[in-house]
């Protein structure tokens, strides 16, 4: 792309946030915090799906279960469509349900499904123009991704125009991000970017990120990316341990996720709104640019 054209595209983007309406809902971490306690409260993946299930009925969102086996592994996916123009292509946005046995799983990965839920609300609320939208909850990621794989792989599935996956979304000044390598001056990104510094948080793309259900999509050709909500200092710490390395300071990710620390006495919504802000913008202006 040339250098004409890309200040094209992030005057374009800077133009739809100077019109965009900001999310001003000052209970949105509230809320967060609420549907985390509910979700992680359950000692199983039934108890914490039922959770989300009275959150979207909530909504009115209407959800359904949706079973799969792949190899002699069986659980079950949620999924709720948001709606949207019949013919437009889809915005599939996701985040696993389950956890492992210890701990409580509510940064890994209550936070991440809170999150998620949030952003059905706000984008029930207000619809995208260009963008049929569906939410998705994933069961087994600690198996193996095995929700996501198995919901790529069934015959006749819909390719999505872009998968948004969140994972640990519990605390911290920075907007981490997973974008493959070739999409790291996508509009997406320059969206996301300039969203960022208008709430002034950080804001970290790139495509050396933990493994999680995005890669499932990857894997099958399919566009994805991936979010959480940490501290910046952290960013480079928890890379040096899933690489195998051993930093000088483990970072509090580390400490916590797969552990009894997993409860929601470790969460921090001081930036969460802002946050989800960011995301919900960077999404409008990504639905926008689709349909010029």
Do not use: C
Request: hydrophobic share 45%; proline share 5%.
């Amino acid at each position: 792309m040339s250098e004409m054209r890309r200040r094209v595209r992030v005057a374009l983007l800077l133009s739809l946030f100077a019109s965009a309406p900001v999310w001003a809902d000052t209970t949105v971490s509230e809320r967060w915090h609420q549907q985390v306690e509910a979700i992680s409260a359950g000692t199983g993946t039934v108890a914490r799906g039922d959770a989300i299930g009275a959150r979207l009925d909530a909504l009115g969102i209407a959800w359904k279960r949706e079973p799969f086996v792949r190899g002699d592994q069986a659980g079950e996916n949620l999924v709720a469509d948001l709606g949207g123009p019949a013919d437009a292509p889809l915005l599939l946005i996701g985040a696993h349900y389950d956890k492992v046995p210890v701990g409580h799983g509510a940064t890994d990965n209550a936070s991440g499904v809170a999150a998620v839920l949030e952003l059905a609300q706000a984008l029930k609320a207000k619809p995208l123009a260009h963008h049929r939208v569906q939410v998705v909850f994933w069961d087994l990621e600690e198996k193996g991704l095995v929700g996501a794989h198995a919901w790529v792989a069934t015959e006749g599935r819909e390719k999505p125009a872009l998968y948004v996956n969140f994972d640990v979304f519990g605390w911290g000044d920075t907007l981490w991000m997973m974008t493959p390598a070739a999409e790291g001056d996508s509009l997406l990104v320059a969206a996301l970017r300039a969203a960022s510094r208008h709430e002034k948080l950080g804001f970290s793309p790139g495509d050396q990120y933990p493994p999680t259900d995005h890669l499932a999509f990857l894997k099958a050709g399919w566009p994805a990316v991936s979010f959480s909500l940490v501290g910046g200092d952290e960013i480079d710490p928890i890379l040096a341990v899933f690489g195998g390395g051993k930093p000088a300071q483990v970072p509090k990710v580390m400490q916590v996720i797969h552990s009894e620390r997993d409860t929601t006495d470790e969460l921090d919504a001081t930036r969460v709104d802002d946050a989800l802000r960011v995301v919900e913008q960077g999404l409008r202006a990504w639905d926008a640019a689709a349909g010029r």
